[in-house]
């Protein structure tokens, strides 16, 4: 059973920053494409950032430029590093994984909250 564990996260000021991280229990290699959403309430959960193994990355454009998603496979680890925040990034976080057998995995949320 793949289990995905989120760290980071918590309460900063507009104009801070957080890193998130989301630790594998099998190698993410093994995860192909891994993903961030986020979701507030009412909402769908909203895909913004994609990193592949090959080193493909995108976002969605209301992340776009301050925040950026690597990956440490030695460390089976996905982050998101999110500099210049807005109360708008208020959201709870997960990464996401899909194996090759299109089975889903999802860390359990992080809880952002951007506010002065």
């Known amino acids: 059973q793949v289990q995905l564990v989120q760290s980071g996260g918590g309460l900063v000021q507009p104009g801070g920053s957080l890193r998130l991280s989301c630790v594998s229990s099998?190698?993410?290699?093994?995860?192909?494409?891994m993903r961030w959403y986020r979701q507030t309430p009412g909402n769908e959960r909203e895909q913004i950032a994609i990193?592949?193994?090959?080193?493909?990355?995108d976002y969605a454009w209301s992340v776009k430029g301050r925040f950026t998603a690597s990956r440490d496979n030695s460390q089976r680890t996905l982050y998101l590093q999110m500099n210049d925040l807005k109360p708008e990034d208020t959201a709870v976080y997960y990464c996401h994984g899909r194996d090759y057998w299109n089975n889903d995995y999802w860390g359990q949320g992080s809880q952002v909250t951007v506010s002065s």
């Open positions: 990193a592949t193994d090959g080193g493909y990355r």
């Open positions: 099998v190698s993410i290699v093994d995860l192909g494409q």
